[in-house]
């Protein structure tokens, strides 16, 4: 069976239901926890597929210079190497920034300020050549937590989907390589984990139980975008879908 790395840099935020779906659709896992001293690979030899995760640290450098947590740096040199490889690869919030920062992309902290809860995104013209961001609705259900974001793609990267306050919400880089701003991930369990005792709700004057509840709502819609969504993913990296539309629209490259 094809296996899929799955980094998780943070306790509270697992695989979840996208563990779920892709197991569903095919693909083994194996999660690899660094923020509780697990050894991330070298390289990806001999995984299809790449799944980073999301967490509650930053994509950029600490005060001091240091990384927003120890293993960052070589999270980022594998997904260098998963571009450099086509090695099929999906990061998630915190992982969607860490891919942008590993390619000269810029994450900081948000100006509008935190964004959570359920809401919705636009799917961008290019997202109708892309493998996987071609059968997602025009205005798919999301949802989020998040206080930073990518506010420069790095060169090259196509948008596949934006909002009025974060415009970059999902973005490709290469042919096979992924990131979402939003949490496809999640259960309602998860977000309530979150809610409690939550510094940003406080800062946003939101009531966590209606935060919640309003998240709890969009559950079965979001299932119904993501799920497919990640079940072609899978499919992917099991070598059983057709990419070659997706390549046909990248760029050429000057000598």
Known sequence: MATALVIENDPTDDARRLGEWLTEAGLELWVVRPH???????????YAALVVLGGDQQAYPLPDGSPGAPWFPAVEGLLRKAVRYRVPTLAVCLGAQLLATA??????????GPEIGPGVVGRRDAAEGDTLFRYVPLIPDVLQWH???I??????????AASTRY???AFR???RAWGLQFHIECDTAMIADWATDSAQLAELG???ELVVAACDAVMVDVEEVWQPFAARFAAL???ELDDSTTRRGLPLLGH
Request: glycine share 14%; proline share 11%; no cysteine.
């Open 206 to 208: 939101y009531d966590p």
């Open 151 to 160: 506010t420069e793609l790095p060169r090259g990267a196509t948008l596949l």
């Open 173 to 175: 880089l290469g042919d």
């Open 147 to 149: 206080s930073d974001e």
């Open 36 to 46: 509780a001293g697990d050894e991330l690979p070298a390289d990806l030899e001999g």
């Open 237 to 239: 990296a099991l070598g």
């Open 167 to 169: 415009p970059h919400q």
């Open 103 to 112: 390619h000269a992309g810029l994450v900081e902290r948000s100006p509008s």
